[in-house]
Every structure is written in structure tokens, then in C-alpha cells.
């Protein structure tokens, strides 16, 4: 006799197959699954990075005065360079208007604490940027690929007390506008980093998943690097 469709035993067989193949391949598909903002905050960070350590490196954008020009006001009673002179200053606490940069010598705008967020934001911007001012301490500007950057003082009075620079992945498009909360914000679309007085940048204390992030660029586990971040 012919034997038309399958037994139960069989069904239940094929289903019992069926269930034990999804719950060994559905927590790898789950933790293929990339991070769609990941690699835009670690190329962000490189960005940063790069371009601050350029920045630091010109010697006609930040530089010392020649100290044999240095008076008794700015020397120490040990003798070395006071710090807070353009004589003995060091990395972003060099303050002094760029020597002869056409457009960067502008005492008003690339001078004094709001030096270094203007220059980052001129040089990095891809349209008008908004620049720091002695009132607002800040300068805001967009990348080519849509990233919102925000650089201001973290104390308002020295350069060399580093900076904050808060990312923006897609700004206002699916109303998250938070940083990384293992409660408030699950999901965040925005990543802060420090940049200190001698140009090192790494992740903000206060944002995990930043700081998990840097610490692992190469996991490709979305589920890992959250998990981690929450018991931080």
C-alpha cells in the first residue's frame, strides 16, 4: 500500500530536529548581527585622533615661544618654564594664535581655550560649523558622513584640563539622543570621548559602552560588548 504524507511520530520527529537546529543557530546569527554604530564611533575616534595628533605636530599651529625671549614673570623659582606661559606650555595649553596660517591666524577665533575645538571644527567640518566663543565654550560642526560632533571645555578655564567631544551617529531621526544607560538609554546613538591637555584621546569615563568599545575594535559581538558595558 502507498503511503500518503507522514506519520505524528515522524511530524514530531522533524519538529523536535527543527527546534534543537534554531536553538543552536539563532545566538550565532544573534551575535553576527553587527553593531550598525560601532564602526562609526571607531572611526570617529581614529579621526579625532589623527587629527589632533596633526594638529599637535605643527609646529606653525602649536608652538613655544623661543624661551631665551622669556622674562622673570615666566619662569619658576627652580628656574624651569611656568606652564601656563607660552614658554614653557604644553600640547593644547599652547594657546597662542597659529604663526602665519593663512585664515588660522585669527587671534579671535584660534586663540585661547577655543583654539583647539575651532581648528578640529574648521578642518573636520563638512559645511559651516558652529565655533566656540568665549560665552559658549563649544564648537558644533557635521562630518561628510553625517556625524554630528560637538567639542567644548570640560572646566571652561585652561586648555590644558582637556576637552569632551560628544558624537551624534544620526542626531534627531529616531528620538534616542542619548548616551550609553544600562536603564535610561538601552540603545544610544551618542559617544563621548576626552581629549586631555596632551592630545590623547580615549573614551569618557562616565559612557561604558564607549569605553568597551575601544577596548575591544575588533569584536564583532554586538550582545558582548553591551553586556560588558552594563556590568561596568
Known sequence: MQKNGFTLTEMLITISIIGIVAAIAVPSVTRAVPDKYKPKVLKTYQTISKTTSELLADEGLYYRKDPSTATQS????????????????????CTETPLSYTGYNDSTNYSGICKYPNLMATMLSSDTPTLCTASTLYSSFKTSDGTLIDIKSITGTSAEDGYQVKIDIDQSSNGKNCVYHKTSCKNPDQFKFIVDGDGNVKA???????????????????????VEAYNK
Open 204 to 226: 569618557d569615563s562616565t559612557d561604558y559602552l564607549t569605553e568597551v568599545y575601544l577596548e575591544h575594535m575588533t569584536r564583532i559581538d554586538r550582545k558582548a560588548d553591551f
Open 74 to 93: 615666566d619662569i619658576n623659582t627652580d628656574g624651569t618654564l611656568k606652564t601656563s606661559t607660552q614658554y614653557g606650555c604644553i600640547g593644547l595649553n
